[in-house]
């Protein structure tokens, strides 16, 4: 297995690349803003070939270079519907004008080919199995991906601004919602084994079981689901 991650631009958004193997399909996940160049080195690196983008959610720091991607390489976006709109109107998605300066650097727009993307849905992408889950909260059409355990490494869960390293996805732009996040916290992180890895879309890679012993939000909803309480709501959250 082979995954290549970097940040990219303002936000540092993280942008990661997997496939199989070096010299074989890939898919992107998440080329946002100023990827382009960081794709184009990844898959000369390691002599990749993209079949598809796909991605978290549509917020402009997650999907800026998804143009550009998409149309040097001919290959569709995978997007949930709900989110599918800040492609092409990223100012709508974050309820105020991000400034011209910024927007003039971007090709705003849907690509060529757009598929949506929908939950319990099994992608079956560049030889690899990618597990959706619909995770609103953060955004009404963010997702995460999953990759199944093998043999010799533990499952992959790609939890976009879901759930990061101590924190969470912020909840005060359009769409963003704390009970939906809460609630998709309980029902897609939760149930994960300790060993499973999480990259997020911003900061470092953690796991499921650090998350679960130090996430003041992930021990917020396992506590409610065994009738306790845990007020944890000045934690901070992350995330554009």
């Given at each position: ?12 958004t993280n942008c990661y690349l997997v496939a199989p193997a070096a ?171 300790d060993s499973t890895v999480v990259l997020p879309g911003h900061l ?37």
């Amino acid at each position: 297995m082979l995954i290549a991650g970097f940040p990219a631009g303002a936000w540092e958004t993280n942008c990661y690349l997997v496939a199989p193997a070096a010299g074989e399909e890939c898919v992107i996940i998440d080329p946002g803003h100023r990827a382009a160049p960081g794709v184009e080195e990844a898959l000369k690196k390691h002599r990749l070939k993209p079949v598809a983008v796909i991605l978290t959610h549509g917020h402009l720091d997650h999907v800026a270079s998804v143009v550009p991607v998409c149309g040097a390489h001919d290959v569709p976006a995978w997007i949930h519907p709900e989110d599918r709109y800040m492609m092409s109107d990223p100012e709508k998605a974050l309820g105020r004008s991000i400034g011209m300066p910024l927007i003039g650097e971007l090709t705003v727009g849907e690509p060529d080919d757009v598929k949506e993307l929908t939950d319990g849905a099994k992608l079956q992408l560049a030889g690899l199995e990618l597990s959706v889950a619909h995770a609103p909260g953060h955004t009404k059409g963010s997702v995460t991906f999953q990759m199944p355990e093998s043999a010799d490494i533990p499952s992959v869960f790609f939890s976009g601004d879901l759930l990061f390293p101590g924190s969470i996805g912020r909840t005060d732009l359009p769409g963003g919602d704390m009970d939906e996040m809460l609630a998709s916290l309980a029902r897609v992180c939760l149930p994960l084994d300790d060993s499973t890895v999480v990259l997020p879309g911003h900061l470092q890679q953690t796991t499921i079981g650090q998350e679960r012993a130090t996430n003041p939000y992930l021990r917020q909803v396992a506590a409610a689901r065994q009738g306790h309480s845990v007020d944890e709501s000045s934690a901070p959250r992350r995330g554009m």
